[in-house]
């Protein structure tokens, strides 16, 4: 079993920068990608990020430049991004992929981002 606790969202304008993390307790030897999503009001929800257990990351097209993710120790993920625009305005949601397979999310944490 993983527990994900997101934090580090907030309010701010277009333009600025603003690191969110999620942070792992449990089974931590049993993830092996992290991945942040988000969902804004009417719409689906779509991955904007993911890190593999060997380093290895993916970042979706629409943040590619902007957004980037690392892994901070064995139990925390930040998700850092820049130039951040009114469209990125969403609940950001971090997942893992545990070694059984099993998924596991945190509630989200409200990004916003005014014009």
């Known amino acids: 079993q993983v527990q994900l606790v997101e934090s580090g969202g907030g309010l701010v304008q277009a333009g600025e920068s603003l690191g969110i993390t999620c942070a792992a307790s449990?089974?931590?030897?049993?993830?092996?990608?992290w991945n942040w999503y988000r969902q804004a009001p009417g719409k689906e929800r779509e991955m904007v990020a993911t890190?593999?257990?060997?380093?290895?990351t993916t970042i979706a097209d629409s943040v590619m430049g902007r957004f980037t993710v690392f892994r901070v120790n064995r139990g925390k993920v930040t998700l850092q991004m820049s130039s951040l625009k009114p469209e990125d305005t969403a609940v950001y949601y971090c997942?893992?992929?545990?070694?059984?397979?099993?998924?596991?999310w945190g509630e989200g944490t409200q990004v916003t981002v005014s014009s």
């Open positions: 890190t593999t257990k060997s380093g290895a």
């Open positions: 997942s893992v992929r545990a070694r059984d397979g099993g998924d596991y």
């Open positions: 449990g089974s931590l030897f049993s993830i092996n990608d």
